[in-house]
């Protein structure tokens, strides 16, 4: 059986799985009207999502980590010499 931090890290890796396949899975059920709303063929709608991936991704990997708590001190009184 997996230890809880484990499990809680593989829920969040398969959230943010289902979120960027929910991003992408979007965009390409848009991709039709984009293409009947602006007038443009079918190569134009491919450079948009061509374009929208690197993007996409870059924007969810160049976040800055989360702040780290500072180590606790330990209870004990310090040692004296």
């Given at each position: ?40 063929d ?24 989360p ?15």
């Open positions: 059986m997996l230890d809880r931090r484990t499990r809680v890290a593989l829920a969040a890796m398969a959230l943010a799985v289902f979120v960027i396949a929910n991003d992408f899975t979007s965009l390409t059920v848009a991709l039709p009207q984009i293409e009947r709303t602006f007038h443009v079918v190569s134009t709608v491919q450079w948009v999502m061509n374009a929208y991936t690197p993007s996409g991704a870059s924007s969810r990997r160049c976040r800055p980590p702040r780290r708590r500072p180590a606790r001190r330990s209870r004990r009184s310090p040692v004296r010499r």
